[in-house]
């Protein structure tokens, strides 16, 4: 008998031929019975499918990748990033089992299954609502820092992520380059963090470190979403994070996010056993410089910044960031949300 599928809620349905591979994927694995197997859309998915599935061992998620994001500007991607972001969560769930999902199955199309967790709210959700948690920010920066510590300077993780070409494609590409494009007295200065970032082999990076792949559960930080996982600069990992909080700090005005940034910034530096914490923070700061511009300028942006005041006051602290770089821990502490 062939598999039979529906998709429900409001999100995408999704193709048949592929859904019928991954209905048979999760049979095999027998995380599904024979009967009726229903995807649910859940929400995100700006490069993946991601659906929730109830089998009969309880609730799961399946994550299936895109070959062309659903972003405004062209932007393709390898879908092996599936395959390596299953080995990121394995690598971390070995170093906390607190921290990821668990890994059920693979799937055809680099697609895999994961545990889902019921009651954890999205991190961005939380803080767009008002909920600014600085502990929970805190657990963040030392949760990313216990990977980081973890897999410095480790041949075998350098080997099983050797994820250069989709680092450049996703994040130094439209984060760096794109921006020095369009700004030429930036320029020279993103081009030597770009090329810094791309030469540095030192820890497993995640690579998407925002509040919107992060679950909070009562254990504390659950990290998802780890697509553009590579073998690089950890710095990247806790500026991606806290260029997040310091934007909306700008968009709701909330000296707390401020709060959150430094205190994420404070205990990922405390965690920071492999090479001598000044120098991590200082590359931190220059690339939370480059990232807190290319939110206002590159081909992702924040799509809740949409004042032109708002943009203005990231746009300005950041370009005088990229010319006159700060240690991570300084600019938090610099940070302005408003202008007189
Ligand atoms: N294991 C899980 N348990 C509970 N919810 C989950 C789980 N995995 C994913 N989700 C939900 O699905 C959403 C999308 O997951 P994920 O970030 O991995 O996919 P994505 O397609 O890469 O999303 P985006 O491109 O929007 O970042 C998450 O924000 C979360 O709400
Ligand atoms: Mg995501």
Redesign the pocket.
């Given at each position: 008998m062939p598999p039979i599928w529906s998709a429900r809620g409001s999100g995408r349905s999704c193709d048949v031929t592929e859904a019928v591979d991954i209905v048979e994927g999760l049979r095999a694995a027998g995380l599904v019975g024979e009967g009726d197997v229903t995807l649910e859309p859940?929400?995100?998915?700006?490069?993946?499918d991601?659906w929730k599935v109830d089998g009969p061992a309880g609730p799961i998620?399946v994550?299936r990748p895109l070959p062309q994001l659903r972003v405004a500007a062209e932007w393709l991607a390898p879908v092996e990033r599936g395959t390596s972001e299953v080995r990121w969560l394995r690598r971390a769930r070995g170093v906390d089992n607190r921290i990821v999902?668990e890994v059920l199955a693979e799937l055809p199309g680099h697609a895999f299954a994961?545990?889902?967790?019921p009651g954890?709210p999205?991190w961005k959700d939380e803080l767009t609502a008002g909920r600014v948690d600085v502990d929970f920010a805190a657990a963040v920066g030392r949760s990313i820092a216990a990977i980081h510590a973890a897999t410095a300077n480790s041949e075998s993780d350098r080997q099983d992520f050797p994820n250069d070409a989709m680092f450049r494609a996703l994040r130094v590409d439209p984060f760096f380059l794109h921006v020095a494009q369009k700004e030429p007295a930036l320029a020279p200065a993103l081009y030597a963090l770009a090329d810094d970032l791309i030469a540095r082999k030192i820890a497993l990076v995640h690579g998407?470190v925002?509040p919107?792949?992060i679950?909070v559960s009562a254990d504390g930080p659950v990290f998802?979403?780890a697509?553009c996982a590579v073998f690089g600069d950890p710095a990247f990992d806790p500026a991606f994070c806290i260029t997040h909080l310091l934007l909306k700090a700008v968009w709701l005005n909330d000296d707390r996010l401020t709060q959150a940034a430094t205190a994420l910034v404070e205990t990922y530096r405390a965690g920071i056993s492999w090479e001598a914490a000044d120098e991590v923070m200082l590359r931190a700061g220059k690339l939370t410089a480059g990232l807190l511009l290319a939110r206002v300028e590159g081909k992702s942006p924040a799509p809740y910044l949409t004042d032109p005041e708002h943009k203005r006051i990231v746009r300005d602290q950041a370009s005088a960031l990229i010319l006159a770089p700060q240690p991570a821990d300084q600019l938090v502490a610099n940070w302005k949300r408003t202008y007189p």
């Open positions: 859940l929400t995100g998915g700006v490069s993946c991601v998620v994550k999902p994961m545990r889902f967790l954890c999205v998407d925002s919107k792949n679950l998802l979403d697509e």
